[in-house]
């Protein structure tokens, strides 16, 4: 199966893979440069970040990807979460994720600048409020995701209701996607692309401890993998 383009706003990214914002300071300018330059979205985990560290990390990625689609990644429910939004747009970042948690705000500050902002979410009344209010994009996040949305169904439940709900912007399936089939499994859903973040945990471009991500290695086994609340 030949892979799409996954298209937002303006952003054309000529592989539909959404690289997750690990927090804090695993997904920084190296991995994200590293996704965007391999045709896909790369995303700067900003939660937890001073601002001024922010900037460094953008500008920093923009160096190492001058030509790819750089966005950050940013938890509303962080303390700072409209300073970090604002810090990102004043450098000019091509799109802005959020989740955990749900922002009317952001919005308006993406209006302003013309930055795509997409939300992640987890029912599809949620993505027709957002569509409503401005998104670019719906992320879907399920059960399987690492995000921080508390619910207990699967992203390939949820992903078909939102599609079915949105109008004219394209849904990105996330949460155990973790190799090809789980990418074409959520074509097939009707997403337009997928956002993967335990893929990149164990790259090189990770700041993950070693340790770390010998244990993701490690992990092969079905019983290896268990999911929390």
């Known amino acids: 199966m030949k892979l799409p383009e996954l298209r937002i ?5 000529k592989v539909p893979i959404i690289q997750g914002g690990m927090a804090i300071r695993l997904s920084t300018a ?34 190492l990807s001058p030509n790819g689609i750089i966005g950050i990644n940013a938890m509303v429910a962080a303390t700072q979460f409209a300073g970090l939004v604002k810090t990102a747009i004043e450098e000019g970042i091509d799109l802005v994720v959020a989740g955990a948690g749900f ?5 308006a500050m993406g ?15 949620l993505a027709r409020i957002s569509e409503g209010l401005g998104a670019a994009a719906i992320i879907v996040e399920g059960s399987e995701a690492g995000g921080h949305l508390g619910t207990d169904r699967s992203a390939r439940d949820i992903v078909p209701e939102v599609v079915a709900a949105v109008k004219n912007i394209p849904v990105i399936g996330a949460g155990g996607v973790l190799d090809g089939k789980d990418i074409v499994d959520m074509l097939k859903l009707g997403a337009s692309g997928v956002q993967m973040g335990s893929r990149f945990a164990a790259s090189d471009e990770c700041n993950a401890s070693d340790e770390l991500k010998k244990m993701y290695v490690r992990a092969t086994n079905p019983e290896d993998i268990v999911l929390i609340q």
């Not at 706003?9 to 990214?13: D, E, K, M, R, T």
């Not at 209006?111 to 979410?121: A, F, L, M």
């Open 103 to 107: 922002s009317r705000d952001m919005f």
């Open 111 to 125: 209006k302003e600048s013309g930055t795509p902002i997409v939300p992640i979410v987890s029912s599809a009344k």
């Open 9 to 13: 706003g303006n952003l054309v990214a």
């Open 30 to 63: 190296r991995l994200a440069a590293a996704v965007a330059n391999e045709g896909g979205i790369g995303l700067i985990a900003a939660s937890g970040l001073p601002f001024d560290e922010l900037r460094y990390e953008i500008q920093l990625a923009r160096k």
